[in-house]
Every structure is written in structure tokens, then in C-alpha cells.
């Protein structure tokens, strides 16, 4: 018996503001998220595709934006969360496959470092944690996306 999730999350971006991607801090970044939390889309949108895969909602039920004891939260907290609720319901992750969209700085020399940041968080082998950058040829510039999907299957 398996499981499919799916989940997407965006974010406006501004000047002097830092980025952060998987955990990861994009250092070349001139410009970062405008979130309520520390706005890391992948997280966010990993975080919505282990609840979809159950039907449980979305993040914003649990840590809702308006409630200020979540401002600036650290999105691992989240993702350790929702992986709770995951585990519950007895089910193990088979693999996670992300798309992140942004047209500024080029991703590809940190995709190792954030394969391995999720790989440790979510108990898989690097191999099973595919990320895809892309940019959107000008179409979304000034914010940055992310679309993963997960497979479960039932212990
Ligand atoms: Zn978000």
C-alpha cells in the first residue's frame, strides 16, 4: 500500500532579507524571502505534501500566520511536526522529489548540501531526495516557488 503527497509553497522576495532553501543559507543570495516564519519554501511545501498524503490539512492549520508565537519559527520545527503526524499513521517515506523555481541566482552549487540537509532530516538516503531547480525566463521574478512530491508507503 502506498501513499502520494503534493505540496507547493511561494514567497516574495526583497532586497537585504536572507534566503533559505532545505535549511540551507543561499550566501550569494542579494535578495531573500518575505515571510511570517524563516520562509523556506522547500520546507513549507515538503511539510503540506507529508500532510496531503493523509488528508490532514496544511501547515497553516497547525502554525497558523496570524498566531505571533510563530513569527520567524524555524521550518525544521515544522517539518519535525508534520513528520510526527506522518509516523502516526504508520506509514515510512519512500523518496521526496522537489522543484524549486527562482530566476536569480543560480542553485545548482548548493544542491548537494540541501540533498544532504534533507536526507538527515527525513531518515533517506541522499539518492532519494531529488531537486530540481528551474527559473521562470522572467515570468515570476521576485519571488521563489517550490513543488515536491513524496511517496509513502504503509509499515
Ligand atoms: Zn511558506
Do not use: C, W
Amino acid at each position: 500500500m502506498f501513499r502520494i503527497g503534493y505540496g507547493e509553497d511561494a514567497h516574495a522576495l526583497a532586497a537585504n532579507r536572507p534566503l533559505l532553501i532545505a535549511g540551507i543559507r543561499i550566501v550569494n543570495s542579494p535578495m531573500g524571502v518575505v515571510a511570517h516564519s524563516d520562509g523556506d519554501v522547500l520546507l513549507h511545501a515538503l511539510s503540506d505534501a507529508l500532510l496531503s498524503a493523509f488528508a490532514l490539512g496544511d501547515i497553516g492549520s497547525y502554525f497558523p500566520p496570524s498566531n505571533p508565537a510563530y513569527k520567524n519559527m524555524d521550518s525544521q520545527a515544522i517539518l519535525e511536526h508534520v513528520l510526527k503526524l506522518t509516523d502516526e499513521k504508520l506509514s515510512r517515506l519512500v523518496n521526496v522529489a522537489a522543484v524549486v523555481t527562482l530566476d536569480e541566482v543560480k542553485l545548482s552549487p548548493y544542491r548537494t548540501d540541501m540533498q544532504k540537509k534533507l536526507a538527515t532530516l527525513l531518515a533517506l538516503p541522499p539518492d532519494s531526495v531529488g531537486i530540481t531547480f528551474k527559473t521562470s525566463e522572467g515570468l515570476a521574478a521576485g519571488h521563489i516557488q517550490a513543488r515536491v512530491v513524496v511517496l509513502l508507503s504503509m509499515r
